[in-house]
């Protein structure tokens, strides 16, 4: 859909079921932290972040004929390299999962003694992994910095000449 | 057979991530406008996320989050936190980069009164050819 329609208040919407789908299918993989972040983020902030540029550019997209080969030969190429790699892993669901095996149940009967917090994902993201959350709101902040410096009056090409 | 089958039902779920993984690819290689690009770069970051979410799944496994403090909770099956914990941070890492495309092409827009690449495109060649002939000019003469 996303492909052939020109409107883009559409294509946006559509992006934003989609994030929104995603939060739901990322409950059912018992993953409820990230599918509440998925629909704050992905559905609520980022559609709005793509509503506010599209009132400030263009609404319709333009006619334009681009290749279609070189992309869809492309992306084919990337597929089935991907799919190869797949074949190695092992099912989806499975207990003998390399990811599994060692760290995750750990992480599940230690978190609780030492922090007494019950929700390990929240444990793991505020503890033990304080400094990387900590890197994360950096990297927040230097986007916001560079949003708020390019969208500030620097001059353009036009007022130059 | 037997055995085929349940290979292909246990990677039918993997293949379905990449195929969507594909679509934003192709979204962000075959689309010139540029807004179409970001949402085909979510489509494709989304995926990555799902894809690293169902590495974490176990059959029959519940949410990483204690049912029962005391106990040692070997009864209970849970999925995996490490990948929830990682796409946590992706994501809201995922936001930021898209806000600040966002802002780019916002500039764009200003600068070039277009969001189609090919157009952009089309006018930074006229720039180039415009400064080159000044520059044969300046030191012809």
Redesign the interface.
Known sequence: M??TLKH?FA??ML?GA??LV?AM??VV??????AF??AA??AG??TV??L???A???RV??E?K?P?LF??V??CL??VL??YG??D???????D?P??LH??ST???I??KDMGI????TG??ASY?GY??LG?TV??L???L??IL??SGLK???DKE | MDSNL??I???????LF??L??SG???V?????L??K???L??FQ?SV??FY??????????????LD?SA??SAVI????????L???A???G??????G??????I???YD???E??IQKMDQKDLMKYNKKNVLETNS
């Open positions: 996303a492909l883009l294509v946006i992006s989609f994030s995603s299918l990322f993989m018992d993953a409820v932290d990230v972040t998925e983020v992905g902030v980022s972040l793509m506010a540029t599209m400030l550019t263009v997209q333009k334009t681009r279609i992309p869809l492309v992306v990337v597929g991907l799919i797949t074949l892993m092992p099912n989806f669901g499975a207990f999962s990811a599994q760290l995750g992480y599940l009967s978190t609780y019950p929700n390990v994902v793991i993201l992994r990387d959350t994360e990297v927040v230097t986007a916001g560079g949003v390019l969208l353009g090409r036009k | 349940n290979f039902y246990g990677h039918l779920p993997y293949w990449i195929i993984m594909l690819l192709f979204i290689v075959s689309r010139g406008n807004i179409k970001i949402v085909g979510n489509i989304t996320f799902m979410i169902s590495i974490g799944k176990m059959k029959g496994g519940t949410a990483p989050i204690l403090k040692d909770n849970y999925s995996n936190p490490l990948p929830h914990v796409i946590l941070t994501i809201v890492v936001i930021a980069t898209t806000a600040l966002l802002a780019l092409i916002i500039k827009r200003e600068e277009s969001v189609e090919d157009d």
